[in-house]
Nanobody, 121 residues
Framework: QVQLVESGGGLVQAGGSLRLSCAAS????????MGWYRQAPGKQRELVAT???????NYGDSVKGRFTISRDNAKKTVYLHMDSLKPEDTAVYFC???????????????WGKGTLVTVSS
């Protein structure tokens, strides 16, 4: 069964940097898009960044120029490098991946449980 496990969240001062990781495991044949969403209390979940298997990226407007998404296909891992962090970046960050399993013919989105990033001022 597919699992996505995030790591790297924590406390950081405004202006600082942090790197999140998300590793996919299970009966995985292929992964197309991987990405990150975030959700702050009382707010809707929003796109942070996505990356295709070939390296094409897409960023949310609020993080463009500050965050960088990357992936290691061999490790089935996606990363989010966060620079120049702001208090408004504080949120739970969720990893997702669009995955085709060996025993399935359907591409399915899977989600991690989230990792908390808190940016202090």
């Amino acid at each position: 069964q597919v699992q996505l496990v995030e790591s790297g969240g924590g406390l950081v001062q405004a202006g600082g940097s942090l790197r999140l990781s998300c590793a996919a495991s299970g009966s995985i044949f292929k992964i197309s898009i991987m990405g990150w969403y975030r959700q702050a209390p009382g707010k809707q979940r929003e796109l942070v960044a996505t990356i295709t298997s070939s390296g094409s990226t897409n960023y949310g407007d609020s993080v463009k120029g500050r965050f960088t998404i990357s992936r290691d296909n061999a490790k089935k891992t996606v990363y989010l490098h966060m620079d120049s962090l702001k208090p408004e970046d504080t949120a739970v960050y969720f990893c997702y991946a669009n995955i085709l399993q060996y025993t399935d013919s359907t591409w399915i989105n899977y989600w991690g449980k989230g990792t908390l990033v808190t940016v202090s001022s």
